[in-house]
């Protein structure tokens, strides 16, 4: 799985994405279904020593090799979290931002999923999200059906969400 990881990440550097997503220093980010890392290294640059990045995935393995990676690279601001897509362990308003890449089409329950993501979402947070393995009418259309979100822009590669929040 590292190989067919290894091989996308040189057609599609990471580095070109997140920079999109706007990322500051000293914010928490969230990258759900991480992986083994292809994006940590970039986000915790991004995030900065006062920032914290928490990586997350429903199998033990990738956040091994996330731990390792970190741990290589000497990224101190890295959390990785074994989760599942029903219940995030991480508390409330937690993200200024969440990116879940090539993962969506995994998630059993949508509408909870994205719930939990809005549980998760700072009011003032954003949600980066792509099709994953679907079509983007799908995807969208199951973001729009959990009722927490609103999309703010859609590029190519990516939907970006704000929660619908009240106050925010």
């Given at each position: 799985m590292n190989l067919l990881f290894d091989i996308r990440d040189r057609f599609v550097p990471v580095s070109s994405l997140l920079d999109e997503f706007g990322i500051e220093p000293g914010w928490t980010v969230v990258d759900y279904g991480c992986g083994p890392g292809s994006y940590i290294k970039r986000a915790s640059e991004l995030v900065g020593p006062r920032g914290q990045l928490f990586a997350l995935d429903v199998h033990e393995l990738a956040i091994k090799a996330v731990m390792q990676r970190a741990a290589r690279d000497l990224?101190?601001?890295?959390?990785?979290?074994?989760?599942?897509?029903?219940?995030?362990?991480?508390?409330?308003?937690?993200?200024?931002?969440?990116?879940?890449?090539?993962?969506?089409?995994?998630?059993?329950?949508?509408?909870?999923?994205?719930?939990?993501?809005?549980?998760?979402?700072?009011?003032?947070?954003?949600?980066?999200?792509?099709?994953?393995?679907?079509?983007?009418?799908?995807?969208?259309?199951?973001?729009?059906?959990?009722?927490?979100?609103?999309?703010?822009?859609?590029?190519?590669?990516?939907?970006?969400w704000r929660p619908l929040k009240k106050g925010a």
């Open positions: 990224l101190t601001n890295v959390t990785a979290v074994v989760t599942d897509t029903s219940k995030c362990p991480l508390a409330d308003e937690t993200a200024d931002v969440i990116y879940a890449l090539d993962m969506f089409h995994m998630v059993s329950d949508p509408t909870g999923f994205m719930k939990d993501l809005d549980r998760i979402s700072k009011g003032t947070g954003f949600l980066f999200i792509d099709n994953g393995h679907q079509s983007r009418d799908e995807a969208r259309s199951k973001i729009i059906a959990s009722g927490v979100w609103e999309m703010v822009e859609e590029k190519k590669r990516y939907m970006k």
